[in-house]
């Protein structure tokens, strides 16, 4: 039996999947949703691997429950640890593949940059697997923690001199580093790009981890023809484990969506 | 029965609260402690009143079922709800009435600041309390919801251009309020007492929830004859709801304790 009019579903700690979301939409504008984000136990990047796998495996079998035919994982924080978390039953695609082929196409001279939460950067996964693309990869990397707050508390404009100043001490060792490309590697991080984008050589290219695991996505839904046949726009059901009314103002801004639903659901449940 | 020989109870949403635990060993040098921590999901300050409502509850029933004498809530967060977590069986102590007990004590132009998370500025607990008390209380109140981050990560160094210019952001409108007192309004916000000591006018009385609420606490159980009657130094048990490893050097580092225990707790079961 095809599965091609069962929804795609996206889980993230909180609201930075919704700049994956954004790209879904845009990318495949006839397919159904269902978002998963763990406002209320959000941020995932501070916390350690084995709560980060624990919370993971219950934002899954959520979506396995809501009857999904894939599950994106739009969280670099949960991407990073995700050979840890087994599912048999259902196809998983978390960002770190689609982004780290994405750079290693972009780069011409091989010298490649990874920002992310503490989590994902202690985890080492988008360096390791770039080295094993291309041993001669020159890779660095450098956690931001700072960055998430920033984004949450809306400190992202480019001329702000905290945003400014917390980009110039993260990034700062990037400077001489020579790099042409670097990896966005936490779907917060977009919102961030134009101060980012001040401080570094205009050079590099930025790998924004949510557009490139959209595009991968339609791919392999395309290759496995799952993809939604109907002509209608796609229907958005978003589930989170705070209250609703702030989220859904948010997404409501930010995706620019005119129908939607927001509920909230025991996520520890699950 | 007399519990004299219990432990005493303290919680926080994560590492804030062990400037409250600092503030009991010093005055109450003989009490064994068991604190709990929600490193699993921190922070409370930023989520509904909701879902704060749901971990404080389960965060009081493990400390229940550790047979504790008194429960401390070392969060401003959670203290600024608490008329909204009944308990029948147990007293429980909030920073709310410590705290403004002390700033009406130290005011001399009835001139009152208070600064905390958005959760707890959203509830004007504290200033209701406080106007209360003495209805011609001039209150003044603001959400600062980047100090947490701050203190997270660090940032706390009074000469550290970061850490002045948002504490100029939230603190400016302040400056020509005329307060003589400042409520510290959050248990992590010690930890910038330097920083914002430099922006004030130096006359300002700072009125930290931990110290007050210490106090408060040596004096219900002196009243209640429920003090330890023993001469050792007391015994100190941490659980958190995250891995131990980093809070246990925190911990160390901090409380400068020799002797203690950090174990996990799955929080969601109590």
Chains 1, 2 share one sequence.
Do not use: W
């Not at 609201?15 to 269902?34: A, D, M, Q, R, S």
């Not at 994902?120 to 291309?134: A, F, G, H, P, V």
């Not at 400077?175 to 936490?186: Q, V």
């Amino acid at each position: 039996m095809k599965n091609n009019n069962l929804p795609i579903g996206i889980f993230d700690s909180g609201l930075g999947g919704l700049t994956t979301v954004k790209e879904f939409i845009k990318i495949l504008p006839n397919e159904n949703i269902v978002y998963f984000g763990d406002t209320g136990r959000v941020p995932y990047g501070t916390k350690s691997q084995k709560i980060i796998i624990k919370y993971a495996k219950q934002d899954i079998n959520f979506l396995k429950f809501k009857n999904v035919k894939i599950i994106i994982i739009a969280c670099g924080t949960v991407s990073s640890i995700v050979p840890k978390i087994s599912t048999f039953d259902l196809k998983l695609v978390s960002t770190v593949k689609p982004t780290i082929n994405a750079a290693a196409l972009a780069t011409k001279n091989n010298r490649i940059g990874i920002i992310g939460t503490n989590a994902t950067i202690r985890s080492s996964t988008y360096k390791n697997e770039l080295e094993k693309i291309n041993k001669n990869f020159f890779v660095c990397q450098k956690a931001c923690p700072m960055f998430v707050p920033l984004v949450e508390n809306g400190i992202t404009n480019e001329n702000d001199p905290v945003a400014m100043e917390i980009v110039r001490r993260y990034l700062e060792e990037f400077k001489n580093k020579n790099i042409d490309t670097l990896i966005l590697g936490c779907t917060h991080y977009p919102m961030l790009k134009q101060v980012i984008r001040k401080f570094l050589p205009s050079n590099i290219t930025f790998v924004d981890s949510g557009k490139e695991t959209a595009k991968f996505t339609a791919n392999i839904l395309l290759k496995k023809d799952l993809l939604n046949s109907s002509k209608k726009p796609g229907k958005y059901n978003f589930f989170i484990s705070d209250e609703v009314s702030i989220f859904k103002e948010q997404a409501k801004r930010f995706l620019k969506l005119e129908k939607f639903s927001v509920n909230e659901v025991s996520i520890e449940k699950f």
